[in-house]
């Protein structure tokens, strides 16, 4: 065995496109699949406040889904 081990990055981390800074993920909606219930996720707004992108007040998405995941009812 080598000594030398592969160094390789997170795989699958989601990049804010102006400041490539890792964005927080969160689930949008619950989708069945096969007879159980899988999560898509979607990536939150950028919180670094250098960025362009960076807007301060609650994320509409966490508003709009609460913690069980389901769209609120009006």
């Not at 390789?8 to 969160?26: D, F, I, R, S, Y």
């Not at 619950?30 to 899988?38: A, D, E, N, Y």
């Not at 999560?39 to 966490?62: A, M, Q, S």
């Given at each position: 065995?080598?000594?030398?081990?592969?160094?390789?990055?997170?795989?699958?981390?989601v990049?804010?496109?102006?400041?490539?800074?890792?964005?927080?993920?969160?689930?949008?909606?619950?989708?069945?699949?096969?007879?159980?219930?899988?999560?898509?996720?979607?990536?939150?707004?950028?919180?670094n406040?250098?960025?362009?992108?960076?807007?301060e007040?609650?994320?509409?998405?966490?508003?709009?889904h609460?913690?069980?995941?389901r769209?609120q009812?009006?």
């Amino acid at each position: 065995m080598s000594k030398v081990q592969r160094e390789t990055g997170p795989q699958g981390e989601v990049l804010c496109p102006v400041c490539k800074q890792p964005l927080a993920m969160t689930i949008k909606r619950r989708r069945k699949t096969l007879g159980i219930f899988v999560p898509v996720w979607t990536p939150r707004r950028c919180h670094n406040p250098d960025c362009p992108e960076y807007r301060e007040g609650p994320d509409p998405d966490l508003e709009a889904h609460p913690e069980d995941g389901r769209p609120q009812e009006h």
